[in-house]
T-cell receptor
């Protein structure tokens, strides 16, 4: 089944404890992206990647890191999480610029930082 | 950068009525406009999209219109059903940078039966 898989689905952590949210897609998509969803603010892009080893900042990159060492994986790293990073996170992927389609989203990761 | 504004933030309609959600964008170079539906507790899913070389697109009860001059686009849902109740997001991007998709804040649609 074609899908974007995120893990974990739920995570509660303490301030300052490094964490990684994994994202994997099995559709051979070039583009991958991370969004956070907060009430009243919609979906805001954190980082995106156009291909392996090609990443760039979105609108809210502060406090996050990403890497794209393989085409299928795009982990989101929080080196020192803070309470304002409590949010619902979505990974998404799509074909490259020559294909006409939108993002496919993962199931989401609800992160709570205490 | 691109800014997308979406209205209304909440919309209640009677089953069978039509619903219209409107979005405006700021970047005149944007040329790809998708709409996503997010049911409670689930992921956003693409329901329809439109490109700037097209003024209108329909898919059964859903249609999207685009006015490039005014920089706004709208989602129209006809004959609404209770299962249409969800949060709807509009978004915009330049196709060459389609991965940099900017979303509106969302509209909560409630269809009352």
């Amino acid at each position: 089944e074609a899908q974007v898989t995120q893990n974990p689905r739920y995570l509660i952590t303490v301030t300052g404890k490094k964490l990684t949210v994994t994202c994997s897609q099995n559709m051979n998509h070039e583009y991958m992206s991370w969004y956070r969803q907060d009430p009243g603010l919609g979906l805001r892009q954190i980082y995106y990647s156009m291909n392996v080893e090609v990443t760039d900042k979105g609108d809210v990159p502060e406090g996050y890191k990403v890497s794209r060492k393989e085409k299928r994986n795009f982990p989101l790293i929080l080196e020192s999480p803070s309470p304002n990073q409590t949010s619902l996170y979505f990974c998404a992927s799509s074909f490259g610029r020559d294909r006409e389609n939108g993002y496919t989203f993962g199931s989401g990761t609800r992160l709570t930082v205490v | 950068g691109e800014n997308v504004e979406q209205h209304p933030s909440t919309l209640s309609v009677q089953e069978g009525d039509s619903a219209v959600i409107k979005c405006t964008y700021s970047d005149s170079a944007s040329n790809y406009f998708p709409w996503y539906k997010q049911e409670l507790g689930k992921r956003p899913q693409l329901i329809i999209d439109i490109r700037s070389n097209v003024g209108e697109k329909k898919d059964q009860r859903i249609a999207v219109t685009l006015n490039k001059t005014a920089k706004h686009f709208s989602l129209h849902i006809t004959e609404t059903q209770p299962e249409d109740s969800a949060v709807y997001f509009c978004a915009a991007s330049r196709s060459v940078y389609r991965n940099k998709l900017v979303f509106g804040a969302g509209t909560i649609l409630r269809v009352k039966s």
